[in-house]
């Protein structure tokens, strides 16, 4: 991914992307920690954005 690139690690598609939405990270349950740490799939944010509705 390019630096001008929005998406986090866990992201499935840029944010806006029509047919996504706002999730909870699965790596860390939405807190944006893991073992006291920054989660590294949200960038601790404790969300992703993911395909719904079968997207």
């Known amino acids: 991914m390019a630096e ?7 992201d499935e598609a840029p944010p806006g992307t029509p047919g996504t939405g706002e999730n909870l990270c699965r ?3 939405g807190t944006g920690k893991v073992a006291d740490a920054s989660c590294p799939e949200c960038k601790g944010t404790g969300k992703v954005t993911t395909g719904i509705g079968g997207a």
């Open 4 to 10: 001008t690139d929005p998406r986090k690690p866990g």
């Open 27 to 29: 790596t860390c349950g």
